[in-house]
């Protein structure tokens, strides 16, 4: 089968941590990586912003990247994107004339906009995956939204003229209803995890307090690492180690000198320590050397973190919403506890600190469940069922109309 990926904003060549750049980036090359070991030709085609000089790049992995000249060659926010859609629009119009893919699977509602402009009128089925939603980043984020007004009512036109919608997660099914999509019209498959690198036994990091615990994910506000630093000062002879963020801009600084004040406020400046960027292959020696990996955003979603956490044997405590609502079992893999509550996430932690053959345990049904729900393996075999679905359905309709 030839497959074209769409991922307008996140390569999956990109370094991780960015502003820009976290688990979109990890599923596309991941998923693309999967599908090509199977056979499958698969093409990914993300924005040129300059960082590679080549068109096309083929990867260890088996799958290609081809840099789409639209808009300036260097890296601009995503939210800046949108103007360069019909350049991006055309030229996959173009290479696919050339190189006719069997399905189109597009990553975010830009990618979905420019994906289903080029294959209108060919015949090829377009499934969209959103990753996040308009609706929901604008009740949690309000006036500090930084999307394009028009966005939501595009992610509805794209989510309504696609073959099919590609939801990670039950809690995305729930307002991709509100928005009118009926629920025939969508297949849920998950992000996936790599359990040959994210795995319980390997090296560990070192560190400096009797109990750890662990953050990890983009240095922006929405993720909610003042909740796990709050939360130590319920929690002592503990540190919290903050994994991620690059300097983009002085944005990623500027909330890392918020949550340092916020530290400090709170009399646990020493117990908390912000690594910066961490590289993707060191991050599993990282998580085991915590007793807890906390997940605490307003809203996430999907969240890969967990199931890094959950690949390595650690047990998760998440704030109960989006995606972990599915992939965090409470009482089993670990906690779900209210957002916004430090006491409810402290003391979820503290048992686990406590009585380490708890977190051993926790850890070992978090492994158990990451392999039995997701693998890259099974991702992959789900997400062809919905590729072959779309497929067969226009092979019917051709059939009836000959």
């Not at 750890?212 to 796990?228: F, Q, T």
């Not at 996430?300 to 199931?307: A, C, N, S, T, W």
């Amino acid at each position: 089968m030839k497959i074209a990926m769409v991922s307008e904003h996140a390569s999956p060549l990109a370094p991780l941590g960015g502003t820009d750049a976290g688990g979109q980036n990890v599923h596309v090359a991941a998923l693309s990586a999967t599908l090509a070991q199977r056979g499958h030709d698969v093409i990914v085609y993300t924005r040129h912003d300059g960082t590679h000089s080549e068109r096309t790049i083929h990867t260890d992995d088996g799958y290609r990247v081809v840099h789409v000249p639209a808009g300036p060659p260097r890296p601009i926010p995503k939210d800046e994107i949108l103007p360069h859609l019909g350049e991006f629009a055309a030229f996959l119009r173009d290479d696919w004339a050339r190189e006719h893919p069997d399905v189109v699977h597009a990553h975010f509602w830009m990618s979905g906009m420019a994906a289903e402009l080029a294959a209108h009128g060919t015949g090829i089925p377009v499934l969209v995956t959103f990753h996040a939603l308009g609706t929901v980043k604008h009740r949690y984020q309000g006036r500090a939204d930084t999307s394009p007004p028009a966005r939501i009512r595009i992610e509805r036109l794209v989510a309504s003229r696609s073959a099919r919608v590609i939801a990670t997660c039950s809690d995305e099914v729930g307002e991709l209803t509100k928005m009118g999509v009926p629920p025939h019209h969508v297949s849920v498959v998950p992000c996936g995890v790599d359990l040959d690198l994210f795995t319980p036994d390997g090296p560990v990091a070192e560190r400096g307090a009797p109990h750890r615990i662990l953050s990890v994910g983009r240095m922006v506000p929405r993720k909610g690492y003042d909740l796990a630093i709050a939360a130590l000062r319920e929690l002592p002879d503990t540190e919290l180690v903050i994994a991620g963020g690059a300097d983009d801009k002085g944005k990623t600084h500027a909330e890392a000198r918020r949550l340092r004040g916020c530290a400090h406020r709170i009399g646990v400046g020493d117990r908390v320590h912000l690594l910066g960027s961490v590289e993707h292959t060191a991050m599993p020696e990282l998580i085991r050397s915590a007793d807890v990996v906390a997940c605490t955003p307003w809203y996430e979603p999907f969240g890969i973190v967990p199931l890094e956490a959950m690949g390595c044997a650690r047990p998760v405590v998440a704030t109960a919403v989006g995606g972990m609502l599915d992939t965090v079992v409470d009482g089993v893999t670990g906690a779900l506890v209210a957002p916004n509550s430090p006491e409810a996430l402290a003391a979820a932690i503290r048992p686990l600190l406590d009585n380490p053959h708890l977190a051993a345990s926790r850890g070992a049904a978090g492994r158990r469940r990451a392999e039995n729900s997701y693998s890259w393996e099974r991702v992959g075999t789900r997400t062809l069922t919905a590729y072959r679905k779309v497929c067969a359905r226009r092979v019917d309709r051709a059939a009836m109309s000959a």
